[in-house]
């Protein structure tokens, strides 16, 4: 498979989870720490926070991409929220889970549903992460 890539961005990350990123055009700045649960002291933002938020943006835009390609209407509050779980792996390392949780009020349950399973095959964040780590997609 081959991506015609539109956009890049290049950002760099100092001291790892109790440090700082940013992005090389300045555009976006974050310190980060480390969550209380993991041993930290929960000052700053942490990377599962920033994916969470990337992941939601992300899901959202393709849904509405989605819409437009079916020609049907989203409701104007549409909005995702995405739960970005951390812990150890049964066999070593880390690992990742998310759940995404889609909020279409006043939409027809079966055309939201089939727009979720849409967008799931566009969304570029789904498409990186199908069959590596668990994901629970849902209607709210």
């Given at each position: ?89 049964s066999d070593g390392g880390f690992g990742l889970e ?15 549903k089939s727009l979720l399973e849409k967008t799931e ?10 069959n590596n780590i668990k994901t629970m997609v849902q209607?709210?």
């Amino acid at each position: 498979m081959s991506v015609n890539v539109l956009y890049r961005t290049t950002a760099r990350a100092t001291g790892g989870r109790d440090g700082h990123a940013e992005t090389l055009d300045g555009r976006f700045k974050v310190d980060l720490g480390t969550p209380k649960e993991l041993g930290g002291n929960d000052q700053g933002n942490n990377p599962e926070q920033l994916f969470a938020a990337g992941y939601a943006a992300c899901f959202l835009g393709a849904m509405k991409f989605v819409a437009q390609q079916e020609k049907i209407s989203i409701p104007t509050q549409a909005s995702v929220q995405v739960t970005v779980g951390l812990g150890p792996r049964s066999d070593g390392g880390f690992g990742l889970e998310v759940s995404i949780e889609a909020s279409l009020p006043g939409m027809d349950a079966p055309q939201a549903k089939s727009l979720l399973e849409k967008t799931e095959h566009v969304c570029p964040y789904a498409n990186a992460t199908r069959n590596n780590i668990k994901t629970m997609v849902q209607l709210s």
